[in-house]
């Protein structure tokens, strides 16, 4: 069987090479080379070399959207976490009915992003409509808005991550430290937490990367109003891309530029939090 | 890891069935396309209103000559982005539109010089073409117009109230911002007792929503600073000259814009959630008595269900903005769609698609079509007077047109991108919520021409 296997891999590999290929590889170099390019479709690009990255950086909405989306996923990262773990805590505790609430938790990450956007829009202004105010009336309500949507989007699947870490916890472990005298305080951190630093490190890079990513969202709750003044770096790139002629290749420099930092931010949190795991 | 061996091998097998699935797809895909060969031509659709419309035209074509008409239609407020991609692929639309000398400007590339086409020299004023030295690029094919959408049936209700504070008694008084200021907001203060919820529908400010305001309203002062500038043949012209503007007429523009959002079913911070549709469904529920749109909004006032408001109450006002001479303005009519003939199709789909509009716009089949069906006001020698679409909208502005009026010519077309509307309309949200002073909008109007201009 091994044998026949390796003879035979390349064959079998073959077609989810050619779909990686087509679907990943060729857009993302083609995606590269058009960062460089003027172009109003994808099929006639001319070279400029670097005046695209200029533009990019020169543009004001850009580093706007930057900040923006840094203090949104500072923001979001922590709040997600903490309440997922938490809540995966406490779903792990014998209590009735820990599998309904499961599930109930998890549902709201089977709804798709602008659904989700559209709804909260709805439920927001019809609070703040109480107040003679909208979510577009000052930045800061779209702001918390997002925070709240993506919490209320992402505990769910983080907590199923995080019970399942805690669920891996060796019993006897916990039972000795019982029997030693820790108190649950003690047991939770030098227990419980680096055991669960796998699940951590997983949970940390999907909430991060989707915080840096988040654009279905974005658009449907506020489409970046009031003056763009809640446009995360997705949208910022979108709107560059599509609303003004012959700025595609700043929209593509834009995220070239885009992707190398998510990169570079996820590899690094991966390699600090990795070195943290301990073998269980 | 035997079992694990038999999963992976399953999934390979798997994968490859489907990969092959999908090759079998494209090969047949391919073969119809290319075999149609110039018998296929390629419409993208701007108007997603009247889709359905083109679909039966198509079909009715395909009968008639064979020809195969693929009419896809962008979702609204897609077009741009539709075409971008469409564009992109091997069998890309043959007809497309443009919005006129600024989107021309995007496409230049892929236009074709239709000058020595029959569809050129239908043009009742071939002046409205898209032209471009010796060249003609894009063919208008609707003439529309917008202005004050009322309801004459509240009108009347509020020239017949006992109270009433003004002396104006009929629609044909009003023909200054001051009358008009004076009536709003009298009505506005017996709102109840003409059992409206505010005089304008809401000015919806929502992202996406501010067409009506950044585009269509900011026309109106933009038209008269461009009519100063002396030497040009139109006002777009010298828009597209403008590297700066002043914004001269600003506080004729504050003038209407204050009277709408202060004279309105909803309370001006409320404005960032409305939408067009929210707009033009309180006015056809009979909430409010006037609402700024143009006639393509009639389908969207005849849908609404529980409709109040009868057809023959529906007239057109001009934007009144207190312009020194405005008793003589019109309505502001113009075009924005031009259809465009892909350079880069073969030349035998170029034929097909020159052909299937001049079969549009000068057959007897096709003319019903566009009348009865599409609703254009077609700018074409080809249509008759009996030819005209018969909604109330259109026929209030055929009859505007023939007034002794001056219409307001459509000089958006010389906007300098979307991003200076945007930028437009996002001040004016703020401005309505309070955050931001009129100067402030003044301020970013002036700025974001200069900038955009710039680029």
Known sequence: ?280 | MKKFNRVLSLLLVASLVFIAACGNNNDKNGGSTSSGGAESIYFLNFKPEIATVYEQIAKDYEAETGVKVKVVTAAAGTYETRLKSEMAKSEAPTIFQINGPIGYNAWKDYTLDLKDTKLYSYLSDPSLAVTDGDGVYGIPYVVEGYGIIYNNAIMENYFALPNKATGVSSMEEVNNFDTLKAVVEDMQANADALGIKGVFASTSLSAGEQWRWQTHLANIPLFYEFNDIGGYDSTVLAGLEADEIKFTYGNNFKNIFDLYINNSTVKPTLLGSKSVADSMAEFALGQAAMVQNGNWAWNQIAEVGGNVVNQEDIKFLPIYTGVAGEETQGLAIGTENYLAINSKASEAKQQASVAFLEWLFSSDKGKAYVTNDLGFIAPFNTFTDEEKPADPLAAEVMEWMNKDTTAVVWTFAAFPSEDFKNDFGDALLEYAQGSKTWEEVSAVVVESWKNEKAK
């Open chain 1, 1 to 280: 069987m091994q044998k026949m296997i390796k003879k035979y891999f390349a064959l079998f590999a073959l077609p989810t090479l050619i779909a990686f290929t087509v679907a990943f590889v060729v857009p993302f170099v083609l995606g590269i080379y058009l960062s460089f390019t003027e172009f109003t479709t994808v099929t006639d690009a001319r070279w400029v070399g670097l005046d695209n990255y200029v533009k990019a950086f020169k543009d004001p909405d850009f580093l706007k959207a930057l900040w923006f989306t840094a203090k949104f996923t500072v923001v979001s990262v922590v709040s997600i976490n903490v309440l997922a773990f938490l809540l995966a805590l406490l779903l792990t505790k014998k209590v009735l009915g820990t599998n309904v609430f499961r599930t109930i938790f998890f549902m709201p990450n089977l709804i798709g992003g602008i659904v989700l956007g559209y709804i909260w829009q709805l439920i927001i202004n019809g609070i703040l409509y109480q107040f003679d105010v909208t979510l577009t009336s000052d930045p800061k309500y779209g702001f918390w808005g997002l925070v709240v949507l993506m919490n209320w989007q992402l505990i769910g699947y983080m907590m199923i991550i995080y019970i399942a870490g805690i669920q891996n916890v060796p019993k006897e472990q916990l039972e000795a430290a019982k029997i030693d005298g820790a108190t649950s305080g003690t047991i939770l951190r030098k227990i419980i937490l680096p055991l669960v630093m796998p699940s951590i490190t997983i949970c940390l890079f999907l909430t991060i990367s989707n915080s840096f990513k988040l654009f279905d969202q974005n658009l449907a709750l506020t489409a970046g109003a009031p003056s763009k003044q809640t446009t995360m770096l997705a949208l910022d790139i979108f709107n560059t891309f599509y609303s003004k002629a012959g700025f595609e290749g700043v929209g593509q420099a834009k995220a070239v530029m885009f992707f190398i930092m998510v990169a570079l931010i996820v590899v690094i949190q991966l390699g600090i939090t990795r070195r943290r795991e301990i073998e269980n």
